[in-house]
């Protein structure tokens, strides 16, 4: 197809705007899936995307509408994921900006339209959801033709679920959208935007041909790393695979590598043909870096080669994930892990434990400090065990928080932002109703219930979304926690000075809570350094009996031991204590999280 | 084989059921008196061979085998082997002279009397019938009929009890000198009528349990009784081990015939329990047939394992031979060194501070299949 009849887009909105419905519209509309064969949603593939109703990973369907050849490319909705979805923008030249009627613009409203325009999008503003009884479509067209610039009669005006408007919007991708400019005839060069892995057919790559063509047959080659591979096909989705002879200049689709080994091919990486390489690759994509840590550990400490297993197949469809084996004295060998963010880090444990069947304990997140010691040598600390006691200077990663609540919730979030050091950068109006506040908050301030917190303190209504905005000196402190006069690595936690008094009292005392009584008195103890902050005793148990035991009940209470025993195997032993493993989480469980004042 | 020592004769008859209880009971049902004993002498018929031709041990418990009809127990007595110790168990309202005479002439030579509290409060929220009034006179009664054994039930741990009235408790138990004395801690079964109208403050009093057992296990020590089982307390006197012999026989893993709607069997490797219907139990025994039983096979390992796991309620050493299979040995050091176990080398015995934890201890000493036979 000639590149004057191709269009490439995505859709972007904020979560529950409606971008899988249009999609779902589009597809039906361009015959590319029938009626009976449509399950709601049909780009989400996995389970657990459909149930949570949000897209991991990003995928491209190719639907043919009035002689033209359209590419969407889904990108996914969360913060979380701000990268995938940059990488998607890469390989479009438009962008649907989807906004809900009811809701108008959100935190990721804001934040995918900026990235669009950062990749120089033309976007196309759609209001979606236009038949909802609360609708305000000439309000929301208002907000969002000032968000793009642009005349608010230029936004369109839909309803995915009924289908109306719909075709109005692909007449507009046609109209508004730019074809792709690239080279048919130059030396073929194409993107990587995503790939996947399949068990049988190895790694596969998603791509965006930008100039010259690729042939089944034809030796290829990853830039990067110098990979060559003969592709054993390719092919565009329609949804289903659909393999092709020939991708050319312009297209969206798919190569079969057959390589066994994802880290060959990697997301950003351009491919050539080995027979006529191009000089220069395209630009790729700067590597993400996970900002959210965790360590995760199976709950039997038998099952970590099946952890491990599991992870390097996980690895293989989620690029972001990064994995360290980690052993900790209180829970014995697992994995330190890296995530984008929180969202991140609770699909994979879900993964795990759902697609591998483990049974897992996941630590409390913390996030990457920079620390220099005073060797003066430079180190990024993934785990706050680590953190080495000759520091000069921690760094913390901050954040550039937007926030959007209606204005009789701004008191509440500034409140919030403040107990959770955030620097106030500035406010605006929306609308009449809304505002949109921008902080400077630390990182590791909200991974643990930021969200939680904004949600509750503003009944629902705030949408929040944030980027990096780099690495800042503070003044950290790390607390140990020591149980029956063992340090627990797994309960160490890093902390602004100021917090530190206040969380190392509430995490003995919410461990005093969850530590059940032993056979002897059990110590718990929050340390910075030799110094204690606060101590805890579990006070030795001093009953514990079957009260009666005669004829008829000598089966059951064996049953019992036998019961009481094994729930003594799944714990962890500290020293001679036994800890439950839901202890491990007590930071999770504080009054204000992070030991926020209520 | 030599045959069960011991029988156990469940009669499920009572008054009425009271909240907190969870045996197999009847409230009323008078009418069925006589047809049960009728069907319970048809089932020692039945199983007579498993019998020893001398029995050490009958025991009559309930429900209430005294509030069976005058003429159905007295059948039922008379029906019965004749054993070197006669238990029945009683409520204290049931007791009258006539009753208590009946019982001393019958052979009967030890009851058992469900006290639980003297606390009229108490005894209410339980839904006793029996006041404190109708102990004393009970006591009283048995003894002027000349019962020389017996042995009061108290409950400690009802909601609301205060360490002064367990001590009242203790006191007005003392008062009456019973030969023995079991102290149980009320269960409140999850999902009973009494666990859902009680199950917080239960909760809530949870650690004050300690401070009660503690107590008790003071208090009757020093008043001249016996710790000799987990619940149980005999009085010290010359010349007689006043013991329960028949639970005795639980407790050192003896095999014992169990009869009655619901009673539980254990003999030669085998546990069976008979069908908990009294319909379905009457008509079986009508039809001159063993009722419907649920059969557990023993194995080895589980003899083992229920050998020490009773024999640890008990004050007296339990031998080590035999059992090394099924004993985990670093629990066993671990336990030594914490002073809550006293090892002699062939044998062992819990430590008072090691009996009170006695469920917890019992739980870690033993190993269960799936442990790892190398610790």
């Known amino acids: 197809m000639d590149l004057s009849h191709i269009r490439n887009f995505s ?6 705007h409606g971008k899988s419905t249009l999609a779902d519209r589009i ?34 369907v190719r639907v043919s509408w009035k002689g033209h050849e359209l590419n969407l490319i889904d990108t996914p909705g969360h913060v979380d994921f701000t990268y995938e979805v940059s990488r998607s923008l890469q390989a479009c030249e438009g962008a649907l900006l989807v906004v809900d009627a009811a809701q108008g613009i959100e935190a990721q409203t804001l934040a995918n339209a900026y990235l669009a325009i ?23 067209a208002l907000e969002v033709a000032t968000l793009v610039g642009g005349a608010p009669e230029h936004v369109l005006a839909i309803s995915a679920k009924s289908g109306v408007g719909v075709e109005a919007v692909l007449e507009a991708v046609i109209e508004r959208i730019p074809p792709p400019s690239g080279d048919p005839s130059a030396s073929a060069r194409a993107l990587v935007f995503d790939s996947s892995y399949d068990q049988y057919r190895g790694v596969v790559a998603f791509v965006r041909m930008v100039d010259g063509s690729f042939s089944r047959r034809q030796a290829l080659k990853a830039m990067a790393l110098g990979t060559e591979f003969e592709p054993e096909e390719l092919g565009f989705f329609s949804p289903g695979m659909t393999p092709v002879e020939k991708l050319t200049a312009g297209e969206v689709g798919y190569i079969v590598t057959g390589l066994k080994d994802v880290a060959r091919v990697r997301v950003g990486d351009t491919i050539t043909t080995v027979a006529e390489p191009a000089a220069e690759p395209l630009a790729g994509y700067k590597e993400v870096k996970p900002m959210v840590f965790a360590g995760l550990f199976p709950t039997d400490s038998d099952a970590y080669p099946e952890l491990r297993e599991a992870l390097e197949k996980l690895k293989l469809n989620d690029a972001a994930l990064l994995y360290e084996p980690e052993t900790s004295k209180a829970l014995g060998f697992g994995f330190r892990c890296g995530f984008l963010g929180l969202l991140h880090m609770e699909i994979v444990r879900e993964r795990l434990e759902r697609e591998f069947d483990l049974d897992l304990l996941v630590t409390a997140p913390n996030v990457a400090y920079r620390v220099k010691t005073n060797a003066g040598t430079e180190i990024e600390v993934h785990n706050p065990a680590e953190m080495p006691p000759d520091l000069d200077e921690v760094s913390e990663p901050y954040i550039k928080a937007t926030v959007i609540v209606p204005k009789e919730f701004v008191g509440s979030v500034m409140e919030l932002c403040n107990e959770r050091r955030g620097r106030f950068d500035h406010m605006e109006y929306l609308s009449e109703q809304r505002v949109m506040l921008i902080y400077e908050l630390p990182l590791g301030e909200i991974v643990l219930d930021f969200y939680d917190q904004l949600k509750s303190r503003t ?103 036998e019961k009481q025993k094994k729930g003594k195997k799944r714990m962890k032993r500290v020293g001679s204590v036994e800890v439950p493993q839901e202890a491990f989480l007590a930071v999770l469980k504080l009054d204000g999280g992070s030991g926020g004042k209520k | 084989m030599s045959g069960a020592r011991h029988l156990y004769v469940h009669v499920p008859f009572c008054s009425q059921r009271c909240d907190y209880c969870d045996f197999v009971s009847l409230a009323g049902q008078r009418d069925h008196h006589s047809r049960y004993a009728r069907a319970l002498l048809a089932e020692l018929e039945l199983e007579r061979d498993l019998l020893a031709p001398k029995l050490e041990t009958v025991y009559l418990g309930g429900g209430t085998p005294t509030f069976l009809e005058p003429e159905a127990l007295r059948t039922l007595l008379e029906g019965l082997p004749g054993a070197s110790e006669l238990t029945v168990e009683a409520n204290p309202e049931t007791v009258t002279p006539a009753l208590a005479a009946a019982l001393v002439e019958a052979g009967v030579n030890r ?81 009973t009528r009494f666990a859902r109208a009680h199950g917080a403050e239960l909760a809530e009093q949870a650690d004050a349990l300690e401070d009660h057992l503690e107590r008790i296990i003071e208090r009757l020590t020093a008043s001249g009784y016996r710790w000799y089982e987990t619940a149980n307390f005999a009085r010290i006197e010359p010349g007689r081990d006043l ?13 014992y015939l169990g009869i009655g709607m619901g009673a539980v069997s254990t003999l030669a490797g085998l546990r069976w329990k008979n069908v908990p219907s009294m319909v379905r139990y009457l008509e079986a025994l009508e039809r001159e047939e063993t009722p419907p039983r649920e059969i557990e096979a023993l194995d080895e390992a589980t003899k083992l394992r229920e050998r020490l796991m009773l024999g640890l309620r008990l004050d007296e050493p339990v031998a080590l031979a035999g059992v090394e299979a099924v004993l985990d040995r670093a629990g066993l050091v671990r336990f030594s060194e914490l002073g809550l176990v006293e090892s002699r080398g062939e044998s062992i015995t819990l430590s008072r501070r090691g009996r009170m934890l006695g469920g917890a201890v019992s739980a870690e000493l033993l190993l269960w299949s799936g442990d790892s036979l190398a610790a």
Request: net charge negative.
């Open chain 1, 11 to 16: 859709i972007i909105a904020h979560i529950d």
């Open chain 1, 27 to 60: 597809l039906e509309l361009t015959h590319a899936i029938s009626m009976r064969d449509m399950r709601e949603q049909v780009l989400d593939s996995m389970d657990l995307e459909r149930e949570r109703g949000i897209t991991i990973k990003a995928q491209a």
């Open chain 1, 118 to 140: 950062e990749n120089n999008l033309e976007i196309v503003p759609v209001v979606n959801k236009i038949d909802l009884p609360q609708a305000d479509p000439e309000g929301t």
């Open chain 1, 459 to 561: 009944r629902g209504y705030a949408s929040f979304d944030y980027d990096l905005s780099g690495f800042r000196e503070g003044d950290l402190v790390r607390i140990d926690i020591l149980v029956g006069g063992e340090s627990v690595d797994a309960l160490s936690l890093i902390l602004h000075r100021d917090r530190a008094y206040d969380t190392g009292r509430q995490l003995v005392e919410k461990l005093r809570e969850e530590i059940p009584r032993q056979f002897f008195d059990v110590p718990i103890q929050a340390a910075i350094g030799a110094r204690v902050i606060a101590r805890e005793t579990v006070k030795a148990k001093r009953k514990d009996v079957l009260a009666k035991c005669y004829g008829g009940d000598i089966s059951r209470k064996r049953k019992l031991l």
């Open chain 2, 111 to 191: 009851v058992s009397l469900g006290a639980q509290s003297f606390q009229p409060r108490l005894l209410e929220l339980l839904g006793r019938h029996a006041g404190p009034d109708d102990v004393r006179r009970a006591i009283e009664t048995l003894r002027d009929a000349g019962s020389d054994n017996i042995s009061l039930d108290l409950l400690y741990g009802i909601p609301g009890q205060r360490r002064a009235d367990l001590d009242a408790d203790l006191d007005e138990a003392l008062a009456l000198a019973p030969e023995h004395l079991s102290c149980y801690e009320l269960e409140a079964k999850p999902g």
């Open chain 2, 243 to 255: 013991r329960s012999v028949h639970n005795l026989g639980y407790w050192r893993a003896h095999d």
